[in-house]
């Protein structure tokens, strides 16, 4: 490891001296965050099926490429944004404009990192345990994205925090 770093270091010396200027590490690509404004029915969270829509707000979404191309991370800025979420009659409005930031994994999977207030889904496909839930504070959450349904299955969900169960919100 030592060789590794001093290599590194007498590399990055060398370039210098000579007025190189390394390719930039990073190419970010940003655009406007895209909200859900129709009402969205979801099944499969809640015993029972979940109508979603976001009524306000905006933000961004920033694409973060390495050199090479290759999407290394996924940031989600919202800002002010409520979404309303339906189901028996009950109707709870949350503010969902905690930011996210998602990293592709080598092996497939996602490293999802919640921040601030957002909501977490999952339909326990891999777990077995189906939830529907509101985080404020941080969550980790590693997942795999399922083709077939759209979403991404939960392999793990650690909240650190304050966590409501939307689906108890919900129920009759």
Known sequence: MRNRVAGIVLVSAFLLLVGASPASA???????????TNPVELEGFCPF???????????????????EGNL??????????????????????????????IFPQPDGTDLVILRGRSFAAD???ITGEPFFALTAGRAVVVS????????????????????????????A
């Not at 970010?28 to 909200?35: I, T, W």
């Not at 306000?56 to 390495?66: Q, R």
């Not at 939960?154 to 108890?168: E, K, M, R």
């Open 72 to 101: 290394v991370r996924i940031d989600v800025h919202p800002h002010g944004v409520f979404s309303r979420f339906s189901a028996n009659g009950n109707t709870v409005v949350a503010n969902n404009s905690g930011p996210v930031s």
């Open 49 to 67: 099926p979940i109508t979603y829509q976001d009524i306000s707000g905006s933000g961004i979404t920033t694409l973060v490429f390495d050199a």
């Open 123 to 125: 339909q326990g496909a």
């Open 144 to 171: 795999r994205f399922n083709p077939q349904t759209g979403f991404n299955d939960f392999l793990s969900f650690d909240p650190v925090g304050n966590v409501t169960d939307l689906c108890a919100e919900l129920a």
């Open 26 to 36: 990073l190419t970010k690509v940003r655009s406007p965050l895209a909200l859900t």
